[in-house]
Structures are given as C-alpha cells and as structure tokens.
C-alpha cells in the first residue's frame, strides 16, 4: 500500500505535486537518481522518460532525451534549473543553500555548463554505458 501524499517512506518524503523524469534506458542517469533518493530526505515521484506520460507532463520526446525534468505543478524545470529546483524543495538548508547558488545569475551559467558536460560525457562516468551516449 501506499502512503498518502506528503508522508514518509522510509526515510524519504515524497513531493505528491512534482514528478522527476529521466533517461531511464541511461546506468549514469539512473544511477544518479537512485542517489538522490537515497541522500535527499524529499524527493519527487521519480519516472523514465520511456515509461512517462510526457504529454501530460508537457514535455516533447525530444525535451526528455536532452534533459533530466523536475516538473511541479505543471511548470518544467529542466536541466540544471532541474537540479536547482529539487535542491530548494529540501528541508535542509545546506540542500536549500546548493540549489539557490545553482540559480544565483553569477553561478547559474557554470552550473549550466556543468550539466551539458556531464550530459555529453555521461556515457564515460560511473554507471555509464555506451546507451547513455547522448542522441
């Protein structure tokens, strides 16, 4: 069973209104997001972009190959404002102060180039496989 929205599984909480997508078919991306849900104490439903409904989400398949998607409440976050976002949903302020410096203008452009170089070379990192190469 289920528990209701907002209460805790285990030592993670879900967020009922924002729903995380990913490259599933990708062992980096995959990877990554089981860390998350290991280490964040609130996390988002979590779906592979193969598996999710985009169009109710209000991606494109295109949008969901380059990207990771953190969508709240109908607005999509992607990319490192992805990041960012779930950041800032944490209860923690060191989670909270990461996120906020991902999206303060004067760190926002290296954040941004951060993630397209681990996106482009994602297939290269821990986890990753020639699946994960970027299509």
Known sequence: MTPPAGRSIGRVTRISTA???????CGFCSTAVRWLE??????????????ADLHALGLSAQEAQER?????????HGG??????????QPH??????????????FSP??????????????RLPGGTPTCRMR
Do not use: C, K
Request: glycine letters at 8%.
């Open 68 to 76: 990771v998607w953190l969508v709240v409440n109908g607005r999509r």
């Open 19 to 25: 729903t995380l997508v990913y490259d599933g078919d």
């Open 93 to 106: 302020g060191g989670w909270r102060l990461l996120g906020w410096l991902l999206a303060f203008p004067l």
């Open 110 to 123: 290296f954040a941004a180039a951060g993630y397209a170089l681990v996106a482009r070379y994602r297939h």
């Open 80 to 89: 490192h404002h992805a990041v960012s976002v779930l950041l800032r949903r």
């Open 38 to 51: 290991h280490h964040l104490p609130a996390m988002p439903a979590t779906e592979p972009s193969q598996w």
